[in-house]
């Protein structure tokens, strides 16, 4: 078993930047890929980004590409979301997840199976 606590959420004003975080624990040895997902007012939960546990090729929505960035630090068993140049349109719940196949080309929520309580970014224009 896995569980993950993602912190860092906000309210912030469009153009500014936040950080999430999210600690896992329990059994992570098991983890392949960490991904990010967003789920906003009345639409899906869609991947943001995601990254495998050796650290290369990390996949980013071209929503968010060249703004997000995401990170790891396996020493804390932390994952990162670095996110700049807000939009209105980034304000969702976002939600950490961990997987114990590779999926992180492209992240699906069915491929998930462990999930974070998520945390709200809300993004004011």
């Known amino acids: 078993q896995v569980q993950l606590v993602e912190s860092g959420g906000g309210s912030v004003q469009a153009g500014g930047s936040l950080r999430l975080s999210c600690v896992a624990s329990g059994y992570t040895p098991s983890i392949k890929c960490m991904a990010w997902f967003r789920q906003g007012p009345g639409k899906e939960r869609e991947g943001v980004a995601g990254i495998y546990s050796r650290g290369d090729k990390p996949y980013y929505a071209n929503a968010v590409n060249g703004r997000f960035t995401i990170s790891q630090d396996n020493a804390k068993n932390t994952a990162y979301l670095q996110m700049n140049s807000l939009k209105p349109e980034d304000t969702a719940m976002y939600y950490c997840?961990?997987?114990?196949?590779?999926?992180?080309?492209?992240?699906?929520?069915?491929?998930?199976?462990?999930w974070g309580q998520g945390t709200q970014v809300t993004v004011s224009s």
């Open positions: 997840a961990a997987s114990v196949g590779y999926y992180c080309d492209y992240p699906v929520p069915a491929h998930f199976g462990y």
